[in-house]
């Protein structure tokens, strides 16, 4: 690990800045207590997960961390992190995942791909984060609060058509997309939210067809 910063004891509150964007992590090894206190704030898959071993990489551009006179939601971390080799034991929103095609985690190397991510005012933030399970390609996108909250969807490897993606293919528009919901020590796929969300997109698809129909 790699760090520089500097404080203004002057300042109110008082925060330790990086001067400057630095690789604050390079092939960190994974463990139990990085596991609980970091990574289940960086992705729900995280939540209760046992035996996580794996290399974290995190490219630090803006870093300010809270000395005194300040509280959590002053936290600001601005960068990209990666991970590699990623085995989990034990996970049960992954499992949930993976169970849903019969799948397992047994033998499954994980990869996270670079993700940028941001946190500020108590939520970490971020657009699109891959994480290829074996050959299968799940994509996590939303905020999680420092309050445990869950604000997130994630992409399933599997299309309403009943197909499996593999990583590499094209990202079918088809593909199913579920809410989670729940707190990050206890994520769960909101599977109702998914049948409103299908037949909602359903209906709309039939109005458009008979719209497109009637102004032929």
């Known amino acids: 690990m790699n760090f ?18 630095l690789q604050l992590a390079k092939d960190i090894q994974i463990t139990p207590e990085t596991t609980k206190k970091l990574l289940t704030y960086v992705n729900p898959v995280f939540a209760n997960a046992l035996d996580a071993n794996g290399l974290v990489n995190f490219d630090c551009q803006e870093l300010a961390i809270p000395l005194k006179g300040a509280n959590k939601n002053d936290v600001k971390v601005i960068g990209t992190i990666s991970i590699s080799k990623l085995n989990l034991q034990a996970s049960d929103l992954l ?22 991510l941001a946190l500020q005012d ?12 074996g050959n299968n390609p799940v994509n996590f996108a939303g905020t999680i609060g420092l309050d445990k909250s869950l604000d997130m969807k994630v992409s399933l490897p599997y299309t309403t058509a009943g197909t499996t993606l593999k990583v590499g293919d ?13 707190t990050t020590d206890d994520p769960q796929l909101d599977v109702g939210k998914l049948i409103e969300d299908q037949l909602k997109d359903r209906l709309e698809g039939e109005l458009r067809k008979r719209l497109e129909d009637l102004f032929k």
């Open 95 to 116: 499992g949930q995942i993976l169970s849903a095609a019969g799948g397992s985690l047994r033998g499954q190397q994980i990869t996270i791909h670079p993700t940028r």
């Open 122 to 133: 108590g939520f970490l933030r971020y657009d699109n984060m891959q994480m290829d399970v």
């Open 4 to 21: 520089a910063g500097g404080a203004d004891f002057k300042s109110v509150p008082l925060l330790l800045k990086t001067p400057q964007p």
């Open 170 to 182: 094209q990202m079918d528009d088809r593909r199913i997309t579920i809410r989670l919901r729940g």
